[in-house]
């Protein structure tokens, strides 16, 4: 069984930072991308792509975060992290971090695995 869990979340005001942190422990013989979505107050559908980055550690981010993130991994503690800085209030969401991987138990299929969410709030 596979478990993504974070860390990192909190309140901060406008111009602050913040540091994510994503750790996925279980069976997992390979991960592939790592990244963060994030899901803002009243927009309970709709889930956006915030970063992510490959084994081969390419990025993307979206253009709102430009410049003010940086998502880095660390594979051998297969860690995902996202530092926040210049934070904005339109920052404010829950934030769920996400691994494509593989277990021991099926090595040759890729799945998806999200962990809990973590709240990140920026006050104006």
């Known amino acids: 069984q596979v478990q993504l869990v974070e860390s990192g979340g909190g309140l901060v005001q406008t111009g602050g930072s913040l540091r994510l942190s994503c750790a996925a422990s279980?069976?997992?013989?390979?991960?592939?991308?790592m990244g963060w979505f994030r899901q803002a107050p009243g927009k309970q559908r709709e889930r956006e792509l915030v970063?992510?980055?490959?084994?081969?550690?390419?990025?993307n981010y979206n253009d709102s975060v430009k410049g003010r993130f940086t998502i880095s991994r660390d594979n051998a503690k297969n860690t995902v992290y996202l530092q926040m800085n210049s934070l904005k209030p339109e920052d404010t969401a829950v934030y769920y971090c996400?691994?494509?991987?593989?277990?021991?138990?099926?090595?040759?299929?890729?799945?998806?695995?999200w962990g809990q969410g973590t709240q990140v709030t920026v006050s104006s």
């Open positions: 279980g069976s997992i013989s390979r991960i592939s991308a």
């Open positions: 996400y691994a494509d991987l593989r277990t021991w138990d099926n090595p040759y299929l890729t799945n998806d695995y």
């Open positions: 970063a992510v980055i490959t084994s081969g550690s390419s990025t």
